[in-house]
């Protein structure tokens, strides 16, 4: 049998990468169990006794979903508002410790590394969450244009609604325009070629270049 606790929510570990995501699982917990204001400042206006039985509560709830490394750590901790508090001192600010390591992972994620578009679709839109919580959200078109810019020609789908959140979810196109998009890369990058021989400015595959030219093609393209 597991020593493992068992766990109504994710676990903190000693990164707090998913500090917020546990601060909000922890206030609906204690939320339904009628304790909040134990983690909370005092409230003067407020009627809510602070009991041993009700500190041991959150404490409890707290420590059963911190690993073994923060458990140890402060385990010595008996009040649940200095238990929070102590937290929030230390992963409080945890978006500057978060943010370089996640701006590598979103340059190096590729379509290819990954066994199936759910893998990948989870992986980006985990990235795309954790960006934007440390205020550094990606476009939509960034999100698309990393997905083109990676994955195999012979694999692409492109949704005709034209939303990566709905493309996300494999809304499929034709295959006439995955082969556009194909015929489209290669031309460009032909371009870029000769520009370069005749050392003229390079040429530049994006996104955009490639939405422009789906607007001027007729809407008999899409199945």
Not at 5 to 17: E, I, V
Not at 146 to 158: C, D, G, H, Q
Not at 190 to 210: K, M, P, R
Request: hydrophobic residues 35%; aromatic residues 8%.
């Amino acid at each position: 049998m597991s020593n493992e606790p068992r766990l109504d929510f994710q676990m903190l570990d000693s990164t707090g990468s998913e500090y917020y995501s546990w601060v909000t699982d922890v206030e609906n917990h204690l939320t339904s169990k009628g304790i909040l204001p134990i983690i909370q400042a005092p409230d003067p206006g407020l009627v809510f006794q602070r009991t041993p039985t009700k500190h041991a509560q959150a404490i409890i709830l707290m420590r059963r979903h911190m690993d073994k490394a923060l458990r140890l750590e402060y385990m010595s901790m008996k009040d649940a508002r200095e238990l929070w508090v102590a937290l929030e001192e230390r992963f409080g600010n945890i978006q500057d410790t978060l943010l370089p390591d996640l701006k590598v992972q979103w340059n190096n994620i590729r379509f290819s590394d990954f066994k199936s578009v759910a893998e990948y679709n989870s992986e980006a839109l985990r990235l795309k969450a954790m960006l934007k919580f440390c205020g550094k959200p990606l476009t939509e078109d960034e999100l698309l244009e990393k997905t083109l810019s990676t994955i195999p020609v012979s694999a692409i789908v492109i949704s005709k609604c034209g939303s990566i959140e709905h493309w996300f979810k494999q809304c499929h196109a034709s295959t006439k325009l995955a082969a556009s998009y194909k015929e489209y890369r290669q031309n460009r990058e032909q371009e870029s070629n000769l520009a370069e021989n005749e050392d003229s400015e390079d040429v530049n595959l994006t996104i955009e270049d490639f939405k422009a030219e789906q607007m001027h093609e007729d809407a008999a393209d899409f199945d």
